[in-house]
């Protein structure tokens, strides 16, 4: 079974905090995404990587950064946490085709 | 402009009748289509999925069905149970577009409740 595991489920963090999500997977996917998912609004896409080191913005990626340094790894950072940025973030990862594997997600409270 | 909407926030339907959620989309490069089921604090799950070349796949109880001329694809489950209740999301991707990179765009959701 393909495993994408989030470093952690639930998180509190104060405003202005620089704040690390982590992205892993087992299955060697080239390709790594981000989203945030907020009631009513569903999945957005905030970046997303097909490569090593290689990023793309999504949707919605001001206030966001991501890296890639290893295959198996993705990670998303808020440089300077806000109150607006409190929600549920999903990482994914895919093979070349359409088909993403979820995390369980990472609940973020920004107070 | 939103290139994937599923207009009704919510479904109620009673335990062994059939429900039907629906997805719209706009983008004509869209070749691939997918549904994912989420339970609440957990990550979506594929579901099933159709690719533009076929009008119909069918999995078990889930059934999706594309009608391309009309941009419309819908996700029936025969007979709904009450494990079914979770939010569905469609998801569109342009799959012959080689900078797709395995991208989808996603619709809001529709929270399907299942009543025994």
């Known amino acids: 079974d393909v495993k994408v595991t989030q470093s952690s489920r639930y998180l509190v963090k104060r405003t202005g905090e620089k704040v690390f999500l982590e992205c892993v997977q087992d299955m060697d996917h080239e390709n790594m995404f981000w989203y945030r998912q907020d009631p009513g609004l569903g999945l957005r896409l905030i970046y997303f990587?097909?490569?090593?080191?290689?990023?793309e913005k999504g949707d919605i990626p001001e206030g966001y950064s991501v890296s890639r340094e290893k295959k198996e790894r993705f990670s998303l950072i808020l440089e300077s946490a806000s109150t607006n940025q409190t929600s549920m973030y999903l990482c994914a990862s895919s093979w070349t085709g359409a088909l993403q594997y979820f995390g369980a997600g990472t609940r973020l409270s920004v107070l | 402009d939103q290139q994937v909407k599923q207009n009704s926030p919510s479904l109620s339907v009673q335990e062994g009748r059939i429900s039907i959620l629906n997805c719209d989309y706009t983008?004509?490069?869209?070749?691939?289509f997918l549904w994912y089921k989420k339970y609440p604090a957990e990550g979506p799950t594929f579901l099933i999925s159709?690719?533009?070349?076929?009008d119909k796949n069918e999995d078990g109880r889930f059934t999706v069905f594309l009608n391309k001329s009309a941009k419309h694809l819908s996700l029936h489950i025969v007979p709904s149970q009450p494990g079914d209740s979770a939010v569905y999301f469609c998801a569109a991707s342009a799959r012959g577009l080689n900078t797709n990179a395995g991208k989808s765009t996603f619709g809001d959701g529709t929270t399907l409740t299942v009543k025994p």
């Open positions: 990587s097909y490569d090593v080191k290689m990023k």
């Open positions: 983008n004509s490069m869209f070749d691939y």
């Open positions: 159709i690719s533009s070349i076929k």
